[in-house]
């Protein structure tokens, strides 16, 4: 967003305010609020979950969902719940696990459909680690584009993955004190020898699930209207499309899912991770990640070709596009709304656009809804204490994705942590915030110079969502 | 206004003494209780018929443990309805639910399959590096996320059945797989680990359940409503999203032969049965033991017949229905799912349609109750 936008918007939210709180009959208007803005508490429209909460919070199918693509969200979820099995199996359709994997079942890195929470020591289930060499991300010649820690029976795995933390503290501008932690990412026991000498590492954990259909239908428009990078508008701020190849048109298209927004749709997402961290070959992506160096590898049983039946592609990539986003928490307490208004005075919402109406879809049901997901889904240079320095042909080393910021209070009922950012080194939503460099270090240097009860008041509204 | 719609009918009957509602977690709890004991006692006098078996290996004696097993799953079933509220069996960290009934099995994981050649049989049985004992079974269970399956009621399935490849009946695992065939003794190990393994995983669950236990203490400190809360959200996910959907739609939709859940024993119809019929214990508030005695008391019936008797006879017939649906679907399930068995996959689909039907009006009773997020106009 500009400058100039920004600008307009702010002026006109007390004016919004005024409305709004006339129109509930309230008396005065309170000018360090927010306004509630219609249809806010429910980010996703009319798919949003209002049932469950809890542990359950992200396994709901968006609420409106017609009896046809129920079926095959059910049917999806079957195949994204279920473990996967060594060919050859009994249940013929599940059949085609590894060689090479990360996991046996989506589900075994998005536990309950929510977020991984980062790889601590060798523990490192719900993470992964991505592969490369030289400046156009070329994937790494023995072990390819990703170490898959786990394989089959007579295959060996690529590796052990450890992952150390280091702590180093920083201070607010009132004098309080916060620590944030750095990983170190170490890997032994390489059955092949070691890395090119030029090998590039890039720790990613799994995301929760809800509302990627939404992100999906938002209007290319939409996005580019936010686009800006030669930083015309003088913000500090430089938005850019992920440029990458969609894997069913062989087009080149707008990158909006993966840390670094590596895949244009659900279905490529799905179908990559199915391949990538299952081991289990689709009509996408209909090979196994074996390099030729990779005889076991490639001479284990298949479970059929593509292992992953069509149909049921299909069915996990609706399954994953309908996964509901639930409603929010005290959306309407002045403490939220006060949140609200500094979240917008700070900056964030510059990248994390809060709001749009969707356009077409693959499912029905979720066009043309009102949505809250905070988020641009532009590349943004990050700076460096962000950067993975692993330059990819569409993203530098430092450019991540505006990730959306619905649902990620509900992380710690759901997944027992609250872990965040794309290798989970963030504890909680304030230490997210710090991390920002580069064009979020405005937003990020006017967080700490906060009041600590106005910290708290942001990282509150940022947890309603 | 947009608020939480506050439960006003709830609490003006917490406010009445003797009402249905107070009583509600009581009762359930003492069906809990009592179906955990009966799924403890089952897996025992399993784990006694799988050493009796061991000890002289026999095709008798290995009838004599898949019947013990067919028994051991009817009460185990029953208690499913308790998942799903992060109560004992599925909280995290320990998701003591995955290590007793995670499926599918990855069968090579654990032991030879269909087209390995001798001298080179896959699976733990077969890798003289892996040593066969508790803890390391329980440990892989947790390997490569959720499904990795190397405990619990379906790896002893397929210990004693072997992989279905037959159209009309379940596997045929020999006994002589724990006499002649190689590893034959590591094979019988690992079936009694798994067996022990059983019987230490439920005690796990139902010690949580236990007068003075830390579980049980907070149930007992729950308010009515909040109780009530947790048990619909058990009975409505095991409903619709597990049992109609998650089991049933997507196995009738893949029309995979073995893509049911007692693929081995070819038992699935009866997963089917007693998962509604655990939903039915709560509703009414009746569960009938092994041994044929009752625990009778408040169920959920009760607690919404005192607020809408109208929405209790509908969710009422609604459950009783399903569990009639269940019955009628025939075994093996997994030829009622085949394609082109359209009087079958007729039978499941009427199941399933019921069971969404269950789901929706048990929301019914959330909402009644204040317990889903309304949103005024």
Request: proline fraction near 5%; glycine fraction near 10%; charge should be negative.
């Given at each position: 967003?500009?400058?100039l936008?920004a600008a307009v918007a ?6 919004s305010?005024?409305?709004a709180?006339?129109a509930?009959?309230v ?7 927010a306004a ?11 798919t949003?979950n209002?049932?469950l ?6 396994i709901?199918?968006?609420a ?12 999806g979820?079957s195949f994204?719940d ?18 090479l994997f990360?996991a ?6 998005h ?11 060798d ?6 680690v991505?592969?490369s060499?030289?400046p156009d ?8 584009g990703?170490l898959q820690?786990?394989a089959v029976?007579d295959?060996?795995s690529?590796?052990r993955?450890?992952?150390?933390w ?5 201070t607010y501008g009132?004098?309080m004190s916060?620590s944030?932690?750095r990983?170190?990412?170490?890997i032994?026991e390489?059955p ?19 509302g990627?259909?939404?992100?999906e ?5 939409d996005?580019d209207?936010?686009?800006d990078?030669d930083?015309?508008?003088g913000?500090g701020?430089?938005g850019?499309r ?11 298209a707008?990158g909006r ?10 279905i490529t ?5 199915f391949a990538?961290?299952?081991?289990v070959?689709?009509r ?9 160096v990779q005889?076991?590898c ?8 593509p292992?992953?039946?069509e ?11 309908t ?7 005290d959306?309407?307490?002045?403490e939220v ?10 900056g964030?919402d510059?990248?994390?656009t809060?709001s749009?109406?969707t ?7 979720l066009e043309?809804?009102?949505?809250w997901p905070?988020?641009d889904l ?23 994705k505006?990730?959306?910021l619905?649902?990620?209070?509900l ?5 027992l ?5 794309h290798?989970?080194?963030a504890r ?8 920002h460099g580069g064009?979020g ?7 700490v110079?906060l ?7 942001l ?7 | 206004m947009?608020?939480l719609a506050l439960?006003l ?5 917490a406010g009445?003494?003797g009402?249905?509602?107070?009583s ?8 809990v209780v ?9 897996a025992t ?5 799988i050493?009796?078996?061991l000890?002289?290996?026999d ?6 443990a898949?019947?013990?097993?067919l028994?051991a ?8 309805v ?6 004992p069996i599925?909280a ?8 007793l009934?995670?499926?599918p099995?990855?069968?090579?994981y ?15 049985v077969?890798?003289?590096?892996v040593t066969?004992d508790a ?9 490569g996320?959720?499904g990795?399956v190397?405990t619990?009621?379906?790896a002893l399935e397929f210990l ?5 490849m037959s ?7 020999s006994?002589e ?13 690992y ?8 019987i ?7 010690d ?5 236990a830390?579980?049980?203490?907070e ?5 009515g409503i ?7 959200t058990g ?15 997507a196995?009738l ?9 007692s693929c081995?024993s070819?038992n699935t ?9 655990g939903?039915l ?5 009746v ?6 005695s009752?625990?009778t008391?408040t169920?959920v019936?009760?607690?919404?017949a005192?607020?809408?008797?109208e929405?209790?006879?509908?969710v009422?017939?609604?459950v009783?229905?399903s569990?009639?649906?269940a019955?009628?679907i ?5 030829q ?8 079958g996959?007729?039978?499941?689909q009427a ?12 929301f019914?009773v ?5 317990l889903?997020i309304?949103?005024e106009?």
């Amino acid at each position: 967003m500009g400058r100039l936008s920004a600008a307009v918007a702010r002026v006109a939210r007390p004016l919004s305010l005024a409305l709004a709180l006339s129109a509930w009959g309230v008396g005065c208007e309170r000018l360090d609020l927010a306004a509630l803005e219609d249809g806010e508490w429910l980010p996703g429209g009319e798919t949003t979950n209002t049932r469950l909460l809890g542990g359950n919070a992200f396994i709901t199918p968006a609420a409106n969902l017609e009896s046809d693509t129920r079926d095959q969200f059910f049917l999806g979820d079957s195949f994204f719940d279920q473990a996967w099995v060594e060919a050859p199996g009994g249940t013929a359709a599940r059949d085609g696990l590894g060689p090479l994997f990360n996991a046996r079942a989506c589900s075994g890195c998005h536990a309950r459909d929510g977020r991984a929470p980062g790889p601590d020591g060798d523990d490192v289930l719900g993470a992964l680690v991505r592969l490369s060499i030289g400046p156009d991300g070329l994937p790494e010649p023995t072990y390819g584009g990703q170490l898959q820690d786990l394989a089959v029976a007579d295959v060996p795995s690529e590796g052990r993955v450890v992952v150390t933390w280091e702590e180093a503290p920083g201070t607010y501008g009132d004098g309080m004190s916060y620590s944030l932690r750095r990983p170190t990412i170490s890997i032994d026991e390489l059955p092949h020898g070691p890395f090119a000498d030029d090998v590039r590492m890039s720790l990613r954990v799994a995301p929760q699930m809800v509302g990627l259909g939404l992100l999906e239908a938002i209007l290319e428009a939409d996005l580019d209207a936010r686009v800006d990078p030669d930083d015309a508008d003088g913000d500090g701020i430089s938005g850019v499309r992920a440029v990458v190849v969609d894997s069913e048109t062989g087009q080149l298209a707008t990158g909006r899912f993966g840390w670094k927004a590596e895949q244009p749709r659900v279905i490529t997402q799905s179908a990559g991770a199915f391949a990538g961290d299952l081991g289990v070959t689709s009509r996408l992506v209909p090979a196994d990640d074996c390099t030729p160096v990779q005889a076991d590898c490639l001479d284990a049983p298949n479970g059929g070709d593509p292992e992953l039946e069509e149909h049921l592609l299909q069915a996990v990539a609706i399954y994953a596009a309908t996964l509901a986003v639930p409603v929010r928490r005290d959306w309407d307490e002045d403490e939220v709304l006060r949140g609200k208004l500094l979240f917008g005075q700070s900056g964030c919402d510059a990248c994390h656009t809060p709001s749009y109406v969707t356009g077409e879809s693959a499912v029905d049901e979720l066009e043309g809804q009102l949505i809250w997901p905070y988020t641009d889904l532009l590349l943004h240079d990050m700076g460096e204490e962000l950067s993975d320095d692993r330059p990819l042909p569409h993203a530098d080393g430092s450019e991540w994705k505006t990730p959306p910021l619905w649902s990620l209070g509900l992380i710690p009922g759901v997944n027992l942590h609250d872990h965040l950012l794309h290798d989970g080194r963030a504890r909680g939503v304030a230490e997210a915030i710090l991390w920002h460099g580069g064009e979020g270090q405005e937003a990020r240097d006017a967080f700490v110079e906060l009041a600590a009860e106005d910290r708290d008041a942001l990282v509150r509204f940022v947890e309603s969502l | 206004m947009k608020k939480l719609a506050l439960p006003l009918a709830a609490a003006a009957l917490a406010g009445c003494p003797g009402a249905p509602l107070d009583s509600l977690g009581e009762n359930y709890a003492a069906i809990v209780v009592a179906s955990y004991e009966d799924s403890i006692a089952a897996a025992t006098d399993m784990d006694a018929a799988i050493d009796g078996f061991l000890g002289a290996p026999d095709a008798a004696g290995l009838t004599a443990a898949k019947d013990a097993w067919l028994d051991a799953r009817e009460p185990y079933l029953q208690t499913e309805v308790y998942r799903f509220y992060d109560g004992p069996i599925d909280a995290l960290p320990d998701e003591v639910e995955g290590l007793l009934n995670a499926w599918p099995m990855d069968e090579n994981y654990i032991d030879y399959v269909d087209g390995d050649l001798p001298g080179a049989f896959s699976g733990i049985v077969n890798d003289a590096s892996v040593t066969i004992d508790a803890d390391t079974l329980a440990g892989l269970n947790g390997e490569g996320g959720d499904g990795n399956v190397a405990t619990g009621y379906h790896a002893l399935e397929f210990l004693l059945w072997g992989q279905d490849m037959s159209a009309t009946g379940p596997g045929e695992r020999s006994f002589e797989d724990y006499t002649t065939l190689e590893n034959a003794d590591r094979r019988g190990d690992y079936l009694a680990v798994t067996s022990d393994l059983l019987i230490t995983h439920l005690n796990q669950v139902a010690d949580q359940w236990a007068d003075g236990a830390a579980y049980r203490t907070e149930w007992d400190g729950l308010d009515g409503i909040d109780a009530l809360e947790r048990i619909l959200t058990g009975m409505i996910v095991l409903s619709g999203f597990e049992t109609g959907g998650e089991r049933a739609r997507a196995a009738l939709l893949s029309g995979d032969q073995e893509d049911e859940h007692s693929c081995f024993s070819d038992n699935t119809h009866r997963d089917m049965v007693q998962d509604v019929v655990g939903v039915l214990n709560v509703w009414e508030g009746v569960y009938t033991r092994t041994d044929g005695s009752t625990v009778t008391g408040t169920g959920v019936y009760d607690v919404v017949a005192a607020q809408n008797q109208e929405l209790a006879d509908t969710v009422d017939a609604r459950v009783r229905e399903s569990v009639t649906l269940a019955e009628a679907i025939q075994a093996p399930f997994d030829q009622e799912i085949a394609p082109g068995n359209a009087a079958g996959n007729a039978r499941v689909q009427a199941f399933v349609d019921s069971l969404f039907e269950q789901e929706s009006v048990l929301f019914d009773v959330f909402t009644e109750f204040g317990l889903t997020i309304e949103l005024e106009e």
